[in-house]
Structures are given as structure tokens and as C-alpha cells.
């Protein structure tokens, strides 16, 4: 079986942006926070505004699947009224 893929949004609370992504994670995904993956993010230039940590975390996918991570280890139910995984920086 290949990877489950979880619905998450990187909040840059400082630029007041919100990103939509679809990544790939090594534990079940309940079925409200599933998603098939698309195009890749765009690059540096295509991203919009952001704070200098969210884009650093923008540009490399693994340090954002490490936080999607994290966040899901505590748990899925601080994340179901929205239905994706939230990383605010």
C-alpha cells in the first residue's frame, strides 16, 4: 500500500496567509483529513506573502511533513472542526 496523504494548511499568522498542501504521512489518515496529491507548490516566486520561518517551511516539504507530523502525534481531534492539519508559524 503507498503513502496516506493528509490535508494540511500552514497559517503564516504574521502575513495573515493561508496555504493549502496534500502531503504524504507514515500513519493512517482518517477519512475526513484525506487528500490525493496535485501539482506541486509552486516556487519561491509564485508563493505569497509570507513571514520568513513560514517560507523557509514552505520551501522544504520535509520540514513541513516533520511539523504535520507532530502535530498529528498528539492527536486528531484538536484538528477535526477544520478537517486538516494546521501548522501556524
Known sequence: MGP?????LL???RAGT???YCLP?????????RCQPSEPVEGPEGL???CRS???????SQR???QVARQVSAGWAGH???GAVVVGC
Open 54 to 60: 513560514c517560507r523557509l517551511l514552505a520551501l522544504d
Open 48 to 50: 505569497p506573502a509570507l
Open 4 to 8: 496516506h496523504y493528509v490535508k494540511a
Open 11 to 13: 497559517m503564516c499568522k
Open 25 to 33: 504521512i507514515a500513519e493512517e489518515v482518517p477519512a475526513g483529513f
Open 80 to 82: 477535526e472542526r477544520i
Open 64 to 66: 513541513l511533513q516533520a
Open 18 to 20: 493561508l496555504l493549502k
